[in-house]
């Protein structure tokens, strides 16, 4: 196709019904903007949600696209559906009745029919009404502009975001989720600025789905995303050989595939429902379950990896797909696996396939293009307007100082010393599922007592939830064994055993931590007050967790920070340069 010489904006939707987010990519291929859904509207996944909200995006698209001469929409998903879809909705089994009643076939995989077919009907309805709002919004506010539609594979979306976003020039990709259009993972060849598909798999089989099951025995919902207590409780917990032979015998790998037991697969199932989580328990009975399914996890997700450095040989990987967010199995990808680097984007599940799909339009329009490697800025979403800073400081009631500039890192620094727990709203919000730096919640790693009183003052979630260390990126290797940059807390790494009781708030039980690695190119405001918090304390370390209570997503606008800032027990909340406390809390 002939590239357009008009000034052309791309617009990556993700139409999944989980985890729907917009991206916009420029005529010159950088990312202007991306961002989930859940944000703005504080609804944890945003789930059977479009993405192209009818009264946000018109300020969106005026915002960053105003002068545009023609829009490109890409979407994450292609929109024919697979034949057995159309089955299944034919016979009435993706309705309210054929859910309730849990119609349809019983298929080997992890799920029961309804939660499947639940997950088919969201999607068929995600698709069929897509891009409504925006085809309306840019009739009435660009008309007569030029638009093209397209729609992309949901897997080469993801593999586009990791690699295009990351710094390899040539790198092995694995996308590895719960589904896409006919499979859950599929591995691809990235060089040369192209993906080249090696393998996919197809049929139900899927880690993704395994790792939803894990969650339901454990007592959590993984419709809302509580896969992440998993790997927190798995910490507390020891290998069952019990689990892990039932595990073994239900699904292998074979290559780039993997493979179900078919004779002996619904008889291990049983066998592992009868270890779930009763009611009334406490998450610490199924300790073992946790840490011998995320072994389980871990252990096949680096086989798989390692047949595919066996097929490309790259010493580079670009991780993608929902399962890359297992921070616990990618801190161990470079130890259990031949490759020699790792890159997992900042949004690897759903909500990146937007920027993937926006990528992937701005590519076919460009192909003679050369596109140099190069670090994507997690820093993507929205800003807080001063102007409504300066509305709180007036109205709010609270005791309030405006410190522009460094003033405000040396504040802010001292309550941290203090042992004061902050809320730390700067710049733009994070594109993806963590804080990391810009909507944060920070307090000092040197007392084991606060990572409690966050827990149940300030998150209101158990007890056995870990915090992440954010460290200064030229002391990582003094503190962690192996030590590989982070720098958007995607991988968990060991603690050296000397340091461990110097900063037990952010030390999980295992000796882990999720860590952040923190440079001054990438969030230089967040790298001043980490390295002022080092001089005043000889520690280059923060305990940094996401701005939010257990069950909502990260904060977006102000009236959410100080929700959570005024119905908690933080201490103070930095926002741009104003530095708000408690009445109770000294200046």
């Not at 024919?80 to 859910?99: D, F, K, N, Q, V």
């Not at 300790?287 to 097929?311: E, I, M």
């Not at 996401?546 to 990260?554: D, H, L, R, T």
Request: hydrophobic share 40%.
């Amino acid at each position: 196709m002939r590239p357009s010489k008009a000034r052309t904006y791309y617009l990556g939707l993700c139409l999944t019904y989980h985890d729907p987010a917009l991206a916009i990519v420029g005529p010159d291929g950088g990312v202007l903007f991306a961002e989930a859904a859940e944000r703005r509207l504080q609804s944890k996944r945003a789930l059977n949600t479009p993405p192209d909200d009818p009264f946000h995006l018109p300020l969106l698209l005026q915002e960053h696209c105003a002068d545009a001469r023609e829009f490109v929409v890409a979407s994450n998903w292609r929109a024919t559906r697979p034949l057995h879809e159309h089955l299944a909705h034919w016979l009435g089994w993706l309705s309210p009745r054929g859910i309730l009643t849990n119609a349809g076939r019983r298929v080997h995989t992890w799920l029961e029919p309804y939660q499947i077919y639940h997950m088919q009907a969201a999607q068929h309805h995600a698709l069929k009404s897509r891009l409504l709002n925006l085809a309306r919004t840019l009739r009435r506010d660009f008309p007569g502009i030029p638009v093209r539609i397209r729609g992309y594979d949901h897997h080469l979306c993801h593999a586009a975001l990791a690699c295009y976003a990351s710094p390899f020039d040539t790198a092995a990709c694995a996308v590895i989720d719960s589904y896409g259009e006919t499979g859950s993972m599929a591995f691809f060849d990235y060089r040369d600025g192209r993906l080249r598909p090696i393998a996919r798999q197809r049929g139900p089989q899927s880690l993704g789905f395994y790792y939803m099951k894990l969650t339901e025995l454990c007592g959590f919902d993984w419709t809302g995303g509580e896969e992440w207590k998993v790997m927190g409780l798995a910490a507390y917990g020891h290998n069952d050989p019990e689990i892990l032979a039932c595990l073994h015998d239900m699904m292998t790998v074979d290559g780039l595939e993997l493979l179900t037991r078919y004779p002996v697969f619904f008889d291990r199932l049983r066998r592992l429902e009868a270890r779930r989580r009763r009611p009334g328990q406490a998450a610490e009975a199924v300790a073992n379950l946790a840490h011998s399914g995320q072994r389980y996890f871990s252990d096949t997700v680096h086989r798989l990896l390692s047949h595919l450095h066996d097929r490309l040989g790259s010493p580079h990987l670009a991780l993608a797909g929902g399962c890359a967010l297992n921070s616990v199995c990618n801190g161990r990808i470079l130890e259990s696996t031949p490759f020699q680097a790792l890159y997992v984007p900042p949004a690897p599940a759903d909500d990146g396939t937007a920027l993937g799909a926006a990528w992937l339009a701005y590519r076919e329009d460009h192909p003679g293009e050369v596109f140099a490697a190069g670090r994507l800025s997690p820093y993507l979403g929205s800003a807080v307007p001063a102007m409504d800073a300066e509305r709180f400081a007036h109205y709010a009631g609270l005791p309030v100082r405006h410190l522009p500039g460094e003033r405000l890192i040396d504040a802010a620094a001292e309550l941290l010393v203090r042992g004061k727990i902050l809320g730390w709203v700067q710049g733009r919000a994070e594109f993806g599922p963590r804080a990391l730096g810009n909507r944060s919640i920070l307090a000092d790693p040197r007392r084991g007592e606060t990572g409690e009183r966050i827990n149940r003052e300030v998150k209101f979630r158990e007890r056995f939830r870990p915090y992440a260390p954010a460290v200064l990126h030229e002391h990582g290797p003094n503190w962690f064994l192996s030590y590989q940059e982070s720098p958007y807390m995607e991988r968990t790494l060991r603690f050296r055993p000397e340091v461990r009781e110097s900063v037990p708030a952010v030390v999980h039980v295992d000796g882990t931590g999720r860590l952040q690695t923190v440079n001054p190119e990438w969030n230089p405001r967040f790298h001043d007050l980490l390295a002022r918090f080092h001089r005043q304390s000889g520690v280059p370390l923060l305990l940094n967790t996401s701005f939010n209570v257990m069950g909502k997503p990260i904060v977006h606008g102000l009236e959410d920070a100080f929700g959570v800032f005024l119905g908690s027990g933080m201490d103070a909340l930095a926002i741009g340069d104003y530095l708000f406390t408690k009445p109770e809390t000294p200046p």
